[in-house]
């Protein structure tokens, strides 16, 4: 996987091989049927081999004679995080799609779910049940929010703690792999994400026996990861090639990188995508590396190189989202502020090259430049959404946008999404126009819970005040479970409606964009006033363009567009009805 020693337990012939990086303790044991010491080896490293070990085989590392715990680098936690560490044989699955190379990233309609509270069942397998419904409503990739070890029953992810070890609450390691090989068998990607700036707050016993994971600086959500260290930055990349190598995943969503504060020389994003770009060489397979990145960062995005350049595909773009927010919503509070003066004009800058923060000073960070210059990117770059995990989750209610919109308004953001070049992305149940919150849970015990539960309501006292009690406790099972999806709610009339709305929408840019994707250019819009329009080079030479009427109240057509070949919306009209989208292409 990665240069140096390999973390955790590896299994062959011999019996397994265990392996701690513990710079910090004076002595260590692998606990089985007994305690059988290690071998102290150069780097803080200890070492054994048991031959009697096997699958299955339950183990703990003793520190110094004291502390037991699990191991950092564990491919499975049958007792949750504190528990022992069990041995897995990855090469035991038969995979059915051998043949699986992936696809291109033009091809990129993005599902993002929640394994728990994606279906009644909530784990890998019950998830298995409905890709075909994403395969029927047009996408063709699927996104897991993260599956790392966390402490409880139920969890976001991102508080993971044991990173190579899908969360039992899912199922086994098997049932994760068998998600990812009826997800190919169906033609779908499947995206991980992954948490590299923190660990969890619960089951960390890493301070204790290496210290040196942890740099002095403080993320927003406990303390940062110190990628200066070599070790360090070997437990992330091999983690990153663990599970694309073991489980097969098509790819890696990358979360919050702009909170890496110690990235090291050079920096560990650099060094992490040449490692895939490595690996998908010598497989032979389409791998895409993708960032949530608040920093705007244009440099550290090309969707068009190998990833061995150090690169990554694409970046989820908020800036998008914020925009669409606040001209749906009227929202102002919080980073709204930077974009509700004028949305529209934040919507064509996006769609004409990328960020709509390239640079310029953000109100909402204190006057703080924000944004690197992107026009020069292709607009693969830049995966585009009206809501995810993030931006309902982290409402005080978990509240979706099809509480607070129109449906012309609604239906109108949609047409623009899902056939603008961009990527597109939904989040589970978006794709119906599910009403249902989503709201944050977690189930930590004692005074973590209560620091949790205090921090929350404190987060929105000021903003939301008028809520008080109505704000969910995060710790309730009650919780948790009004967020798990509404399977009755697609049959619905209104659930039958948006879904024929996005299945005609991608398939419309399955048919008449994707194929003309690879050479896309950023060419020009304007959003002067309630009309938004937007044009776009495709790699055929041609035009793709878009005319939009984006408010409540008829407009006249703007006269310099010539009618194209239309795609989406009919013949454009000389006025314009309230909310409404027309797409066209050929040469213009």
Known sequence: MNGGARFGAELDRTGVTFRLWAPAAKRVEVMLDRAHPMQAQAH????????????????KYRIDGEMEVPDPASDFQPQDVSGPSEVIDHDRFEWRMNDWRGRP????AIF????????????????????????????????????????GRRNWGYDGVLLYAPDSAYGRPDDLRLLVDEAHARGLMVFLDVVYNHFGPEGNYLYRYAPAFFACAHTPWGHAIDYRVPEVRAFAIGNALHWLERYRFDGLRLDAVHAIVEP??????????RAVGHFAAVTGRL??????NDDNRSSLLDPLTDPAQGQYRAQWNDDY???????????EQGYYQDYAPDPRRHIARVLSSGFAYQGEPSQHRHDRNRGEASGSLSPLAFVNFLQNHDQIGNRPLGDRLAIHSAEPALTAALAVTLLAPMPPLLFMGEEWGATQPFPFFCDFQGPLADAVRKGRRKEFESAYAELGDAIPDPLEEATFRMAVLDWHAPATRTGRKRLGLVRDLLATRRREIVPRLAGVKFAIACGDGPILTSDWRL?????????????????????AFRPLRS???????????????????GAG
């Open 567 to 585: 795609i989406w919306g009919g013949e454009l009209p000389a006025v314009l009805p309230p909310w409404s989208v027309f797409w066209s292409i």
């Open 321 to 331: 989202h914020h925009a669409w927010h606040c001209l749906l919503t009227g929202e």
């Open 112 to 151: 993002e779910l929640h394994v728990g509270t994606f279906t009644p069942g909530g784990t890998f397998r019950a998830a298995i049940e409905k890709l075909d419904h994403v395969v029927d409503a047009g996408l063709t990739a699927i996104e897991l929010m993260p599956i790392a070890d966390f402490a």
């Open 539 to 559: 790699a055929d030479g041609q035009t793709l363009r878009l005319v939009a009427n984006l408010c409540d109240a008829d407009a006249k057509a703007p006269r």
């Open 105 to 108: 990233w033009e091809d990129a």
């Open 264 to 273: 090291g020389e050079p920096s560990v994003l650099q060094e992490l995508s």
């Open 44 to 59: 803080g490293w200890y070492q054994t081999t048991i031959p009697q070990a096997r699958p299955g085989t339950l183990y």
């Open 287 to 292: 791998i895409h590396l993708v960032l949530e």
